[in-house]
């Protein structure tokens, strides 16, 4: 990838004796919304982290803005805008008074940053708080603050940890097209997620489990990963229904989904009546089942447990 | 350095100051209450020192003791006892320092020996006083003896001015009151500089860590020098706000002497303020914890400052190894700048010793401080 913005060479990091960041290589185009997607302990905090500049890594490689963030760490930090996965504003300041302190610090021009301020706020649908504390505001309120705050330098590449977590609907969709008018602008955002159903938003997914790539690619292309095809049994007790197919024929993982099990199945037609049948024959009541499209979380669900099945060989 | 990055920096240190009663109370409320404390309470003259008296004779030469203690401003005769049990009991009950006990022959002893002894009850417990008391008793006394022989030369017809051969006459500079307030207030400031300075600075970067907002101004372009500057400016101005305050209490309120120029005043206090600002700052970076990095901050700048720096133990009285330790305790030069600028007028020319010191220790504070803080998590 020539054009890549972002290019991650072999990247590792050890906390306390234990990978947290192994060997990781990828790169990312310009205007493109990297997802990293994974469960808590993925490795996706650390990985931004090193890559906004604020914590070195071990060994390996990476490139952000076209400077070497492993080299030197302050150039980079100009040209970027990262939003901490905590909210790391200050909650005795104004938002108005946050807003202005980054600005500073990016030496934004005070009309350049008061223009900003105002179309950003309005995105945000915050324009009546500006003179209100920043701890008094709700969680999603404060996650648009740090957007805001994030974003008063126009930054090259933004990466955002986690920016959705504990964030109403209404804030999160507001995030989003926030997001989707940078990428217009020719901004490219590195963005991670613990939800799936997020993930589908982004353009390319990084999708990490216990410091490893699993896979890198469109949402498209990661279903296409996945061989057979998605059932879901609807039950009350998916749990009780997942330790009866463990190890069946076919039955290439199993994930309880609130009132279903989702089961991916290698022959969807040969597999169904066979499920039935011993489902039935362990005495287990369940409902219809369905064929469904996959989503990136039965995908996720499946390599991980294909990972695991390579690995316990 | 960016300075608009610095005064960014310093501009929300300052907003925090001012939203957080817990910083204001120590920024104005503890330099005022520590002024008056010292002020009134921290004073080592001895006046007003309660007497008894046991008067055996109770004769006309007695009663003439006895008044000139009551004279004097530095006692107080609460009582005359009558027997020696009572003296006793008086003293032990701490309801007086200071028993004189005037013997049944001493009109007797006076007249026909031409000479006679009162005897002085002290209670020693606090040295100081104890010998303050007597050397107060011995002058009374003294100036009656010399009352009685004018008489007597009076009397064989010698004229009264061949009385004392030979005497001091002695002025005091600086302190011509003697009063210790003068010489105990002054250094007073550098206490206040000492426990305001060194507990808002040790908060600032421990503050930052403790409530998460450190990791993203870490990733700000701001750099460790930018940040370190930007959050001692607002104590610095402080600090030198809290040295006015002072010294219009101190000269206003107390009628401290004030010689010197404000120009020296606030040069030496901006590089003593350099020090222990430079000092909290290490400790904030240390700790990481806004309740630790203030506890080692008042261990190393409130504890010696106030018992090694001269404030109100004179180190020209304190045993050799002690006096040599006290080189190395910077508020010490601050003292002695404070005292030599409010009595004795001193100028910078003056206290070039002073200012030297200080301002090596600023430099080194200073070189170590722009190097302790990393922008990197752990």
């Known amino acids: 990838m020539n054009d890549a913005v972002v290019k991650v060479d072999r990247l590792t990091k050890h906390f306390a004796g234990r990978p947290v960041v192994e060997d990781l290589s990828f790169a990312v185009r310009r205007g493109e919304i990297l997802g990293l997607v994974g469960p808590d302990g993925a490795g996706k905090t650390t990985t931004l982290r090193i890559l906004a500049g604020v914590l070195p890594a071990d060994s390996g490689a990476a490139r952000v803005a076209d400077q070497d963030v492993i080299r030197d760490p302050e150039a980079v930090k100009s040209r970027i805008s990262y939003m901490a996965q905590r909210f790391g504003l200050y909650e005795d300041l104004t938002v108005d008074e946050n807003i202005r302190f980054y600005a500073e610090l990016f030496e934004v021009a005070a009309a350049v940053r008061e223009q900003r301020a105002r179309e950003l706020l309005a995105a945000c649908g915050m324009t009546p708080f500006q003179r209100r504390l920043a701890g008094q505001l709700s969680g999603g309120m404060k996650r648009k603050l740090g957007l805001v705050c994030a974003l008063i330098h126009t930054p090259q590449i933004l990466l955002l940890d986690e920016p959705t977590t504990g964030v109403d609907p209404v804030s999160r969709r507001e995030l989003w097209s926030i997001l989707y008018s940078l990428v217009f602008q020719g901004v490219t955002v590195l963005i991670s997620t613990a939800y799936f159903d997020e993930a589908e938003r982004c353009h390319r997914l990084l999708l990490l489990h216990r410091g490893r790539l699993l896979f890198c690619g469109t949402p498209a292309e990661l279903k296409g990963k996945l061989p057979g095809a998605v059932l879901s049994l609807a039950s009350s007790e998916p749990r009780r229904l997942r330790a009866a197919l463990a190890g069946a024929d076919g039955v290439l993982s199993a994930m309880a989904m609130g009132d279903a099990l989702h089961v991916v199945v290698d022959d969807p037609a040969r597999r169904i009546p066979e499920l039935r049948e011993q489902l039935g024959a362990a005495g287990l009541g369940f409902g219809d089942i369905t064929t469904m499209g996959a989503t990136v979380e039965d995908v996720f669900a499946y390599m991980v447990s294909r990972q695991e099945a390579e690995r316990g060989r | ?378």
């Open chain 2, 1 to 378: 350095m960016n300075w608009r990055r610095t005064v960014a920096i310093g501009r929300k240190e300052f907003i925090q100051v001012r939203r957080d009663p817990r910083s204001l109370l120590i920024a104005v409320l503890l330099p005022l209450i520590q002024i008056l404390l010292l002020g009134y309470g921290a004073r080592l003259d001895a006046d007003h020192i309660p007497v008894y008296v046991y008067d055996q004779e109770a004769s006309q030469n007695s009663q003439a003791l006895l008044k000139h203690f009551q004279a004097s401003r530095y006692f107080d005769v609460i009582k005359v006892v009558d027997n020696y049990p009572a003296l006793v009991r008086a003293i032990d009950a701490d309801r007086c320092k200071l028993g004189v006990i005037i013997p049944w022959d001493f009109s007797r002893r006076l007249d026909d020996a031409h000479r006679t002894q009162v005897q002085a009850l002290v209670d020693g417990t606090d040295d100081n006083s104890a010998q303050l008391a007597v050397g107060y008793a011995q002058a009374v006394v003294g100036a009656y003896s010399d009352d009685i022989q004018l008489q007597w030369f009076a009397l064989k017809g010698i004229s009264q001015q061949a009385t004392q051969p030979l005497s001091v006459d002695y002025r005091t500079w600086f302190n011509e009151e003697l009063e210790s307030k003068n010489f105990i207030i002054p250094g007073t400031i550098a206490l206040v500089m000492a426990l305001m300075g060194a507990l808002l600075s040790s908060l600032t970067i421990a503050r930052e860590w403790e409530r998460g907002t450190m990791e993203q101004l870490i990733a700000t372009p701001a750099t460790a020098t930018e940040i370190m500057m930007g959050k001692l400016l607002p104590y610095f101005v402080i600090g030198l706000f809290d040295a006015a305050l002072c010294t219009a209490f101190a000269v206003g309120w107390f009628a401290v002497p004030f010689r010197g120029s404000l120009g020296t005043l606030f040069f030496t206090t901006g590089l003593f303020l350099v020090v222990i600002l430079g000092i909290g700052y290490m400790i904030s970076v240390a700790t990481k914890s806004q309740l630790g990095a203030s506890q080692y901050a008042l261990l190393v700048t409130l504890l010696p400052t106030s018992m090694l720096s001269g404030f109100a133990f004179p180190i020209d009285q304190m045993p050799a190894p002690i006096r040599a330790i006290t080189y190395v305790v910077y508020s010490r030069y601050y003292v002695s700048a404070l005292k030599g600028i409010f009595l004795a007028g001193s100028g910078v020319r003056d206290l070039a010793p002073e200012i030297a010191a200080m301002a090596v220790y600023a430099g080194v504070i200073v070189f170590f401080a722009t190097r302790a803080f990393r922008k990197s998590l752990r």
